[in-house]
């Protein structure tokens, strides 16, 4: 099995900066904080928050998608025994 590392590892590496802004904006989005908060206090969510907490589940599934997709491509850097790679490269590669 041939492992070309080097473009797993940039590949990789794009797909992470890409995911970066999203996961950052799924994080901190004070919109959705809000919004559990309140409906914390008021013990339910209306439907206008139902709505906002569906669009942001939705980025969140994209998002997670996206880095489990990214692992995946990783891991035969990761695994041992199936291809012979260097240690340094797993090391890169994590």
């Not at 908060?37 to 997670?64: M, V």
């Not at 998608?65 to 590669?93: F, N, S």
Request: net charge neutral; with cysteine; aromatic share 8%.
């Amino acid at each position: 099995m041939v492992v070309h590392v080097d473009s797993l590892i940039q590949t990789a590496s794009c797909s992470l900066q890409s995911l970066a802004p999203s996961l950052q904006s799924i994080l901190l989005d004070k919109k959705v904080i809000d919004i559990t908060r309140k409906a914390n206090a008021k013990g339910f969510f209306s439907p206008e928050d139902d709505d906002q907490l569906q669009f942001w589940f939705a980025r969140y599934l994209t998002t997670r998608r996206g880095l489990l997709e990214t692992i995946q491509e990783l891991r035969p850097l990761a695994m041992p025994g199936g291809a012979k790679v260097e240690d340094h490269d797993r090391v890169r590669a994590f």
